[in-house]
């Protein structure tokens, strides 16, 4: 009974409060938010149609100052097109002018007024609105004024009034138009409504889920006792096993650490006590939800490299042993550590080896939409040489025989040269004699492996793909599905690999933008995607150094080749240009030194540009001699940015900060990188000039709460995701600079600012989803377009977003404006 009663108190009375919460919430707060923007949409409305009006006067102001035509014909054309003008369910709302004394010019339901003076004209309650609507735009040119006055035109009737006025300066007039706040007073009457219903319904699902919680209460509670008991025994019994581990080992259950041995605790330097209070994410680098997935019915242990977080905030590189365990019903973990000095090679090719697997299966999952090919048909009757020469003439490997409208099946290349002409067969013969029929069919909906499980079955080259309707809506080929299956990550390294031309490169990258598709439109985090690019990416320019040292000889010293920008920070998407530099050692500047690297900087960026990677429009490439220099000359140049941070210096020093090595001696790169981080994070006013760049996020959402673009004064409403991701790049770099973290990736920026403390964890996890999702957004967006034949762009119309994307982006924005907000303050706020 006790149990029972803690259940009620700790289960049903909550529940049956947030009911009643949920019942306050809609009432107290969702109707009146949605009321206040309902009332916040029908001034936008007015607002732009009476833009609408004023850009129509303009017109003939325009005109008259093209002396097309008089002052008075200009005025008298603008009043009668602006009289004229209806809009509304009735088609009865209209627009009216009067000038700055004021007077009325134009009403088209009150003609009475025009020409009279209206300085003491008031409504019923004794307002003088056009008194007050020509002092409004006296004051801010236009604005918003409320007042009585009569139902459209039914003069007898009068009801509460919202104008919007502007002034049109040229002619010293004012135009205005309105909304009735009853009609608006009346939607949000019928938002009640359905809000009470949804709301009822919410109520009486979760009332019913709670009654069937409660029946199963003692059942679940009886269960309780009898595995409590259980794992009191299997607790000892595993506390002696990790005990006596000569490894540092600890166990895992239900997301929490029961117990550790002697040596982890020496090994990490924490307590007991201390180890109990954490989560696995806490103590290595590698989080518990990267871990758990890669444990199956098969697979119950394995071992991979990871990092050791110590409680001095030293990492510890280790080799991480992960088994599952029968812990009374459930399952455990014992993690055993063992200290490494250098590389594991077998765990790295195993985790390799998971990814590439795990990459196929995502890339096999999608469906086989993308992949259908129009159809194209043939009669009955044709031959079988005459079906060939269509197939020829139209660029395909099949045609659908018909016959009238019926059709009868379908012939393929694969028929005409193995039914055909491997049997001697006369082409002259009717092409029904080796077509497939009945046609062998799959729905459009259908994933790859659907489709190649098919294929197997029915042993055909195509299989034609019907809609909802079961209508033929085009076919697929075998050819092209299993084309998917071999343009996973290894197979196409080691198309690179075996290359031996330009041309083969750049066929190599033009697979990519499909496979980007693919991995977006998958659940995976886009740090797999945008590093898939990278991937390629860095294997397409190795192997042209391998071209280059055949036509220019081996490099006459040490040298490391670099990229920066979104590149360097493995970011790349489908719209990135090439930002690049050579380093080279000191002990060889010679003259010809240098005509050298810049001949070999020059084949670089021409062969990765005819590849497909555009040349950097404001010139940052190793062909630029600025940026083919030897090491000491690098190090002046970061210095001298650091030391003297104008804007030129900031603008270049934060595209070079994000550099990382792609081919050649590393420990110039490395060398540049610490002497780089040991004089920024000391630098506080180039941390805050950073910092104020960072600041100056402009959000693309207008006063009233809707997404506007980023350019307002183009007619098409976009958003450039570009522009939305690089707060969060900034961010991410001034303060990894300020605590001398060396990655260049933003992902792996912001992990390391996580553990290091640096950031709190709910921040972490925010910025990441906010990251992750704008990118996953551009990548897709740039793939259809260039599926679609289009160039790829950083641009999305926001016409093209559903409604939930839209209310994501705007929480996204509202997170970019508070840390571009905090960043400066941080900067200043020591350790």
């Known amino acids: 009974m006790k149990n029972n009663r803690s259940f009620y108190l700790s289960v049903v009375l909550p529940s049956s409060l947030a009911i009643i919460l949920f019942i306050v919430s809609i009432h107290a707060f969702f109707i009146p938010f949605f009321g206040k923007a309902v009332m916040e949409d029908k001034k936008e409305m007015i607002a732009e149609l009476t833009n609408t009006a004023w850009s129509l006067i303009d017109e003939f102001e325009n005109e008259y100052a093209d002396s097309t035509i008089s002052l008075q014909e200009a005025q008298k054309l603008a009043k009668e097109r602006v009289a004229q003008i209806r809009y509304g369910s009735e088609q009865k709302d209209y627009f009216w002018i009067i000038d700055e004394t004021p007077t009325m010019i134009m009403h088209p339901y009150r003609p009475e007024l025009i020409g009279q003076s209206l300085v003491n004209y008031h409504d019923a309650n004794g307002k003088k609105l056009f008194v007050e609507a020509t002092e409004v735009v006296k004051e801010n040119q236009e604005g918003f004024i409320d007042y009585m006055w009569q139902w459209k035109d039914d003069s007898t009737k009068i009801v509460p009034k919202l104008s919007y006025v502007k002034s049109f300066k040229p002619w010293g007039w004012v135009v205005g138009t309105g909304i009735y706040l009853d ?29 069937y919680v409660v029946r199963q209460s003692l059942m679940i509670e009886m269960k309780r006792q009898r595995l409590t008991a259980e794992l009191q025994k299997s607790e000892q019994k595993y506390k002696t096993l990790v005990e006596a581990s000569n490894e540092g080992t600890l166990m895992f259950l239900n997301e929490s650490i029961i117990f550790s ?34 444990f199956t019915e098969t697979i119950k242990s394995f071992s991979f490299e990871s990092s050791l977080i110590c409680s001095d905030n030293i990492l510890k590189e280790v080799v991480l042993s992960i088994s599952k365990v029968e812990y009374a019903e459930t399952f455990g973990y014992i993690i055993s550590t063992k200290e490494i000095s250098g590389k594991d090679v077998a765990a790295r090719e195993s985790d390799k080896f998971s990814g590439e697997v795990k990459t196929s299966l995502l890339l096999m999952q999608q469906p086989i939409k993308h992949l259908i090919q129009a159809t194209a048909s043939c009669s009955a009757k044709s031959t079988i040489l005459s079906a060939a020469k269509k197939m020829e003439r139209l660029n395909k490997d099949f045609l659908l025989v018909k016959q009238e409208d019926t059709i009868l099946g ?128 860095d294997k397409i320019t190795e192997k042209l150094f391998e071209f280059a040292f055949e036509i220019y000889g081996s490099a006459p010293c040490n040298f490391v080749f670099i990229a920066m920008g979104s590149e360097g920070r493995k970011e790349q998407t489908l719209l990135t240009d090439q930002d690049n530099a050579l380093i080279y050692e000191d002990d060889n500047t010679s003259e010809e030194t240098e005509e050298y690297f810049l001949e070999l900087a020059n084949y670089i960026s021409d062969s990765l540009n005819e590849i497909g ?51 050649g001696d590393t420990h110039l790169s490395d060398d540049l990188k610490q002497h780089v981080l040991s004089l920024a994070k000391s630098d506080t006013e180039f941390l805050l000039k950073l910092a104020e760049m960072t600041a100056n996020f402009k959000s693309p959402i207008n006063a009233f709460g809707n997404l506007v673009g980023n350019d307002l004064s183009s007619k098409d409403k976009t958003i450039d995701l570009k522009t939305i991701l690089m707060p969060i790049v900034k961010y991410s770099r001034v303060l990894a600079l300020k605590y001398g973290i060396e990655n260049t990736n933003t992902f792996e920026r912001l992990k390391a600012l996580y553990r290091a403390g640096k950031i709190p964890k709910n921040l972490h996890k925010d910025i990441d989803l906010a990251y992750n999702y704008v990118m996953k957004l551009r990548l897709k967006n740039q793939a259809n377009l260039i599926q679609a034949g289009m160039n790829p762009l950083n641009t999305i119309n926001i016409s093209e977003l559903s409604a939930i994307e839209k209310s994501f982006l705007k929480s996204i924005f509202s997170l970019i404006n508070t840390i571009s907000t905090n960043i400066t303050s941080e900067i200043k706020n020591t350790d």
Not at 189 to 211: D, G
Not at 502 to 519: G, M
């Open 183 to 211: 009609d608006v007073e009346e939607e949000i009457k019928e938002l009640k409504n359905t809000l009470f219903i949804i709301s009822l319904i919410i109520v009486l699902i979760i009332t019913s889920i709670l009654l």
């Open 261 to 294: 041995n002697a040596k982890f605790r020496a090994h990490c330097g924490y307590s007991q006590d201390e180890i109990s209070h954490k989560k696995i994410d806490d103590l290595f680098t590698t989080s518990w939800d990267e871990i758990h997935p890669k």
């Open 410 to 537: 379908i012939v393929t290349s694969n028929d005409i040269s193995q039914r055909a002409v491997a049997k001697n067969n006369k082409l002259s013969n009717p092409v029904t004699s080796i077509m497939t029929a009945p046609l062998r069919t799959i729905s459009e909906s259908a994933r790859l492996n659907e489709a190649l499980l098919k294929f197997t079955l029915e042993e055909v080259s195509h299989l034609v793909t019907t809609d909802n309707e079961n209508a033929i809506s085009g076919a697929i080929s075998y050819k092209n599905v299993i084309s998917i299956q071999h343009n996973t990550l290894s197979f196409l390294l080691l198309e690179i690999e075996k290359a031996h031309t330009i041309k083969e490169l750049s066929q190599v990258h033009h697979k990519v933008p499909a496979l980007i598709h693919a991995l977006a439109e998958s659940n995976e985090h886009s740090y797999d995607t945008i590093a898939f690019a990278s991937s390629i990416s």
């Open 613 to 663: 990677y555009n040349y950097c429009g404001g010139g940052m490439m190793a062909c630029n001699p600025k940026w083919c220099q030897p090491i000491s000359k690098w190090k002046q140049y970061f210095s001298s940015w650091i030391a003297k941070p104008e804007l030129e210096s900031l603008i270049e020093a934060s595209t070079f900060m994000d550099f990382r090595a792609i081919y």
